[in-house]
């Protein structure tokens, strides 16, 4: 495992030994959906998710081929975007993945920089650099690909004060549902094909200059009906984290198998976002109608204090509300952390959010994984794809 020193050149927090940090990244920017009516999703976020509006992008500013909704949370952006005629590509991305993730943004201080250093390293163009300016100043842009058809773009706003991007107007809605506590995302996780998690493993530690700070085989990661394997990536400053996930052979289909199926290849499989009031965020997005995955046995819960070991003293929420709200916990040398996961956000069974509180653990709650995976295939039996 990578070790944390200080980092110092960058008066960032951390950076882990063996990363490179050459673009460096500063966290994440937006993470932009491609969807088939952003009107609706946009409302359902607001509602369902408490994000707010923040930018509007679309026919009344001038946009003839597309429309764009950007959320904002705390930190998370969210942008929802729409083809508004047959002839736009992102309808052969709709066709074939359905909703989902097309762009995780990463915030840069040179996008031109990191857009040719990382094409040196090998990284496939999306978007050569462009300068975008509007009254608010200048935003640069560019972009890589990573697995299947999803994208990382570079941006860099130090020369920008607008609402999101040249080009977007600030949306003022009347219809304005209050925030649940999301703050910033913590880790995007990506689902890639059989046999294919060490070429990813190395494309970010070669092009992105990440390093590989955890890994999980399929002897740690399974039930008794399916398995896979993890390797978690970070940044070297710590704030961009990207498990990379791929399906292991077991008795029925992976649940990575499924999403690969229903995705038609690789994807963004889930977006943890962190709370610092697991409780309250959690309370709040029950009552919004968002729904979970099912909870654990009352057995997984007696079996808390045990787990937690000396963490326990410190943990401060009473394990009673914990298992009525079927939040999640798990411990590792430096912490505890609470999680719990959302079903699919969309009817094909692709990608989910994780409600995550780190209560000092830096881990992914490994030692839920098992009751996790036996929820997710309650789930996929009711589907028929297990
Ligand atoms: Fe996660």
Known sequence: MAKEVKNVEYGLEKIFEGAQDFLPLLGTDYVEF??????????????????????????????????????????????????????????????????????????????????EETVKRGA?????????????????????????????????????????????????????????????????????????????????????????????????????????????????????KFPINEPAEGKKKSQIEEYLDFYEGPGVQHIAVATDNIIK????????????????????????PARLGVHMDMMKEDLKVIEKLAIMVDADEDGYLLQIFTKPVEDRPTLFFEIIQRMGAKGFGAGNFKALFESIEREQEKRGTL
């Open 34 to 115: 491609y969807v088939g009516n952003a009107k609706q999703a946009a409302h359902f976020y607001k509602t369902a998710f408490g994000f707010q509006s923040l930018a509007y992008a679309g026919l009344e500013t001038g946009v003839k081929d597309r429309v764009s909704y950007v959320l904002k949370q705390d930190k998370i952006r969210l942008v929802l975007t729409t083809p508004l005629n047959s002839n736009s590509p992102i309808n052969d991305h709709l066709r074939k993945h359905g909703d989902g993730v097309k762009v995780v943004a990463l915030w840069v201080e040179d996008a031109k920089k990191s857009f």
């Open 281 to 304: 965020t959690v309370t709040e997005l029950r009552a919004r109608g968002v729904e979970f995955l099912s909870p654990p046995p009352h057995t997984y819960y007696e079996e808390i």
């Open 124 to 240: 496939k163009p999306f978007m050569e650099p462009v300068v975008e300016k509007d009254e608010y100043g200048e935003v640069v842009r560019s972009g890589i690909y990573t697995y299947g058809e999803t994208v990382h773009m570079f941006v860099e706003r130090k020369n920008y004060k607008g609402a999101f991007l040249p080009g977007f107007k600030e949306w003022k809605s009347d219809y304005n549902p209050t925030s649940v506590g999301l703050k910033f995302v913590d880790h995007m996780v990506g689902n890639v094909g059989w046999g294919e998690m060490n070429q990813w493993v190395k494309w970010y530690e070669d092009v992105m200059g990440f390093v590989n700070f955890l890994s999980f085989d399929d002897k740690q990661i399974h039930t008794e009906y399916s398995a896979l394997m993890s390797k978690v990536m970070s940044n070297g400053n710590g704030r961009i």
